[in-house]
């Protein structure tokens, strides 16, 4: 999570690039001192230009408090303290998300156990759902050399990133090197991304003894999701089951070859929309008082990974990659001693990262969603004093 990623290709929607420069300037919020010294560090951190070197280069963000909106940028939209001339994301203009999809992919999964969808043995679909009972050995996979794992792999190793298959979520090296960036750019990897991740190796280790990040769970959840929906009702999963309940449009989710959603790389979603998805999770799953995720996924997404708190998972791993969630999304938190990371920044923070900086945080302490979209190389480092500046500006009230 924390590499940066040196091969950037564009997708084919070309909704991927990023501005040359984002334009200082808040949206006027009453409820918030934008001339204290607080305000004037945080939007010179979070709204910096490109040639600079410190500070977050910033798309958009949106920040909300008690529910309420009290911040938005987009850098090409001159009524949120952008340029026309020189931006290029507006405030409809949807996101490339990158890693971030691997969060959405893990909320479509909850939705879908919520809803109570049987799997095609007829069965409900839960946490314990085996691989072996969604891909047993026919047609499209009896040659693949880990069917007799799938009985071992249940649906809650592939959210923790336990499911065992030997993984290399390498984008800066050579690309021989990494499982992930054949899977998506290759011919062999694209045109079936679901089954070159069905058909990685598996460690020593076993499922669930050793975490390890991996855009290969994600596709196995959609693959999942797709075999236990059907083709024409996953067609439309992401919409039916988590955009249209939240009221969200304009967003696009690529496929690869097969049909299948590429839920570990290509949503893109507008920032007002990856707000609702964090208030979702601030607001214990519900939305406009209904339950849309069950509570026991809410406060799982709080905790540590198991696998990542194993005595087979390397310590090295974590302090490269960063304290998973056990729901698939980042934490503050302890882990093998390591942590927490973000020493500004509230321990009971958590949050969906993706690579050049796409961040949807949740905040309990402070009742506080911070959406991010952006562009930069190495971002992770910058999260801290991200976090920390725009807790102290939106506590600054406007006397």
């Known amino acids: 999570m924390k590499r940066v990623l040196l091969i ?24 918030v001192n934008w001339e204290s010294s607080e305000c004037k560090d945080f939007l010179d951190y979070t709204l910096l230009h490109q040639s600079e070197k410190e500070g977050f280069k910033t798309d958009g963000v949106v920040i909300q408090k008690n529910g309420n909106t009290l911040y938005e940028f987009y850098d090409g939209d001159p009524k949120f303290g952008g340029s026309a001339e020189t931006g290029l994301y507006l405030r409809d203009t949807p996101h490339a998300l990158w890693s971030a999809s691997k969060t ?15 799997t095609p043995d007829g069965n409900p679909l839960s946490l314990s759902t085996h691989l072996n009972d969604i891909f047993p050995m026919d047609a499209n996979y009896a040659k693949t050399p880990n069917a007799n794992f799938y009985k071992d792999v249940n649906i809650e190793h592939l959210v923790e990133m336990g499911s065992n298959f030997d993984w290399n979520e390498s984008y800066e ?28 190796p598996q460690m020593k280790e076993g499922p669930g003894n050793r975490w ?5 769970n994600s596709m196995m959840l959609m693959g999942v999701l797709h075999k236990t929906y059907g083709d024409e009702a996953f067609s439309k999963l992401p919409w039916t089951l988590l955009y249209d309940p939240l009221e969200i449009s304009g967003a696009v989710f690529e496929k690869d070859g097969k049909g299948n959603f590429i839920g570990n790389s290509y949503a893109y979603l507008k920032p007002l929309d990856m707000a609702k998805l964090g208030q979702l999770f601030l607001q214990n799953g519900t939305y406009q008082g209904k339950q849309l995720m069950d509570t026991e996924w809410i406060k799982a997404a709080q905790t540590v990974s198991p696998p990542a708190m194993s005595k087979d998972t390397p310590i090295e791993s974590i302090k490269v990659e960063g304290v998973y969630g056990a729901r698939a999304l980042w934490l503050n938190q302890e882990v093998q001693g390591y942590g927490p990371e973000f020493k500004n920044s509230p321990k009971d923070m958590y949050f969906a990262a993706g690579h050049y900086g796409q961040l949807i945080i949740i905040i309990p302490s402070e009742n506080m969603v911070i959406a991010r979209t952006g562009h930069d190389e190495e ?4 999260i801290d004093p991200f976090v920390s500046k725009t807790i102290a500006c939106m506590n600054q009230e406007k006397k």
């Open 8 to 31: 950037p290709i564009l997708s084919i929607f070309g909704l991927a690039c990023s501005s040359l420069y984002a334009v200082r300037g808040p949206s006027s919020v009453p409820s």
């Open 212 to 216: 390890n990040y991996s855009g290969g």
């Open 173 to 200: 090296s050579d690309i021989r090197k990494s499982t992930f960036l054949p899977m998506l750019y290759l011919k062999d990897g694209n045109r079936d991304m679901l089954k070159y991740a069905l058909n990685a």
């Open 104 to 118: 959405i992919t893990a909320m479509l999964v909850a939705r879908a156990i919520h809803e109570g969808v049987r």
């Open 379 to 382: 971002y992770w480092s910058k």
